[in-house]
């Protein structure tokens, strides 16, 4: 009996060193890719990603979250270099591959996980985002590594809390799968229903708390946030559901695909 333990301990002890070793591997390939990308492509590019760096002597940028810009107004203080920031986000982007990668080994098979890091850390899209300031990479990281924290045991959930804050202050996307990890984890812990509702408010509820109290500061009003618009209308509204908006969208979407997509239509049929 002994010795099956053994063998089992040793098992898993190698199962866990083979995993860490695929999250390096993760990482470093998506670095020395990005910054092969930066190399032979320095031109800084697009819409949102430039406004960053044209504000990156601050910090507060209307209805931006400040996660994404602080990255950005601290390289740059730091360094002084637009080229440096940029390379920190090909950092996080990888950085962001390696949570995507750590949150599928907590339910896929070890070859399956490091598959899907591979593609999500060499996805053109992703590539692309991540080497400029944009958002959405680190936000996917910072949801992903919370979401992984959140599924192992009960005293890592300080660390996921802390992680889905973080993604909470980067896109307005985590605030809305809020009730639904709170409801979930609010039902696992039934047994002890007084302190894991507090825990969960706290831990869950922190980022999007901190975000009203720093707009009442900056601002004057909590939800200022809301009405960031040069004529004051609701943000979170207009002009989102603009028809002729959704219809010019279909356009371009449909150019782009008809004029270099269609490969990809038909992969994406049977997938």
């Not at 898993?12 to 990005?34: I, S």
């Not at 207009?238 to 908006?245: D, G, I, N, S, V």
Request: charged share 10%; net charge positive.
């Amino acid at each position: 009996i002994r010795n099956r333990f053994n063998f089992s301990c040793a098992g898993v002890m190698n199962m866990k060193q083979q995993r860490q070793r695929d999250l390096l591997f993760v990482f470093g390939l998506g670095l020395a890719f990005r910054l092969a990308l930066l190399l032979v492509y320095p031109v800084p590019y697009g819409n949102d990603a430039a406004g960053r760096l044209y504000f990156r002597d601050t910090i507060w940028t209307w209805h931006w979250l400040p996660v994404t810009q602080a990255l950005v107004y601290a390289g740059y203080a730091l360094t002084g270099s637009v080229m440096v920031v940029r390379g920190l986000f090909a950092l996080i982007g990888s950085a962001a591959a390696v949570a995507f990668t750590f949150y599928l080994q907590q339910f896929a098979t070890r070859r399956a996980a490091l598959i899907g890091g591979i593609l999500f850390t060499l996805n053109a899209q992703l590539v692309f985002l991540s080497l400029m300031p944009y958002q959405e990479v680190v936000f996917l990281g910072l949801m992903f590594g919370a979401l992984a924290f959140f599924m192992k045991e009960e005293k890592r959930f300080g660390v996921g809390a802390l992680l889905y804050g973080l993604a909470c202050l980067t896109r307005y996307e985590a605030w809305f799968i809020l009730p639904a990890l709170f409801v979930v984890r609010i039902w696992q812990g039934r047994p002890n229903f007084a302190r894991t509702f507090l825990s969960t408010t706290l831990g869950l509820g922190w980022g999007p708390a901190l975000w009203f109290f720093i707009n009442w500061m900056q601002w004057g009003d909590a939800t200022a946030f809301l009405f960031h618009r040069s004529d004051q209308q609701f943000y979170a509204w207009a002009p989102h559901t603009e028809l002729l908006r959704i219809i010019n969208y279909l356009g371009m979407m449909s150019y782009w695909l008809l004029r270099f997509g269609s490969p990809l239509i038909l992969l994406a049929l049977p997938g």
